[in-house]
């Protein structure tokens, strides 16, 4: 409940009394992986490992900043160790702190025990497909996720011209996972330029509305809104109330700010449904209460 009283009185000050407290944090334990995916650079970044007074740090700050959200993301951030200090001990101080929701980002490699409260698995298609793109990961991150017992498993799926044909067999694959939730769909964003995986407009659109149709037959987390606003195009970038925490710096919306290009070709689509549950849409807001509704009680990246 305290999760939904939160939400409430957030799109309502918003709304409201236009204020713009900063509402999700991506806190990059480090840029350190064990996977080189072939459109992730991120390794490529200084290795900005946070120690874990440091980490607790920049928790508090957010924390104190009105944030209650928070998505630890790397690189991977099951390889984040300090000293003793594991990624369980971050998400645990998170939780004793007060934040509302705990989410990890992970290539799934690892096992999946964690007590935060959402788990996001980024898998771009199918074994062989995905082996393409990420290296020869798929079985492992199968056993991982069958051996599982998280509550709140998602897939992250990134459609890109190399897995765009792959959709429909993807989702009915994900369908007989009992241990997957659902699927957050988004588009490759050129990043590092426009590559043989970016996606043009009108093929995305064309995309977005299979997925529109097919929402019901498969377990599709973008809610009806959020994929009509990607249709449109029509989100609101940057989006200022998300902040990403990486070594001592703090960036707003992601860590490839201003950029105009950039953002207007942005597949982060999570950013567009964020925007429709502020506008008060009802299936956005329906998607985000199912959402929140399947942790123990629980709430999101990116
Ligand atoms: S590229 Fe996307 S996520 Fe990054 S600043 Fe632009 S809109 Fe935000």
Not at 67 to 96: N, S
Not at 230 to 237: E, F, G, L, S, V
Not at 247 to 276: V, W
Request: glycine share 6%.
């Amino acid at each position: 409940m305290k999760h939904l009283l939160f939400g409430l009185k957030y799109v309502l000050s918003y709304r409201l009394l236009n204020e713009r407290r900063p509402l999700i944090c991506g806190l990059v334990v480090h840029n350190r992986c064990n996977l080189k995916c072939l459109h992730c650079r991120i390794t490529e970044r200084p290795e900005e490992s946070l120690s874990f007074e440091m980490l607790r740090k920049m928790l508090d700050s957010f924390y104190n900043k009105g944030g209650r959200t928070i998505y630890f993301e790397g690189g991977e951030p099951f390889l984040w160790q300090d000293r003793e200090y594991k990624l369980e001990d971050a998400v645990k101080y998170a939780k004793k702190k007060g934040f509302l929701a705990t989410v990890v980002y992970t290539n799934g490699t690892f096992p999946l025990e964690t007590s935060a409260d959402t788990v996001f698995i980024s898998l771009d298609g199918l074994k062989k497909t995905n082996d393409l793109l990420r290296g020869n990961v798929f079985e492992r991150i199968m056993q991982n996720i069958n051996e599982s017992d998280h509550p709140s498993l998602y897939i992250n799926f990134t459609i890109n011209n190399i897995n765009k044909n792959e959709i429909p067999d993807f989702c009915d694959f994900i369908n007989d996972i009992k241990n997957i939730k659902g699927i957050f769909f988004y588009f490759h964003t050129p990043y590092y330029g426009y590559d043989e995986l970016f996606i043009n407009k009108n093929e995305k659109k064309e995309i977005l509305t299979t997925l529109l149709e097919n929402k019901g037959k498969y377990k599709i987390l973008n809610s009806g809104a959020g994929l009509k606003s990607a249709i449109r195009n029509d989100w609101k970038r940057p989006l200022n109330i998300c902040e990403i925490y990486e070594g001592s710096k703090t960036y707003k919306c992601c860590r490839f700010p201003g950029n105009k290009d950039l953002c207007n070709d942005c597949g982060y689509l999570s950013y567009a449904e964020i925007e429709q549950v502020l506008k008060m849409k009802p299936s956005a807001i329906r998607n985000a209460i199912k959402y929140f509704g399947s942790w123990k009680f629980n709430y999101h990246s990116g």
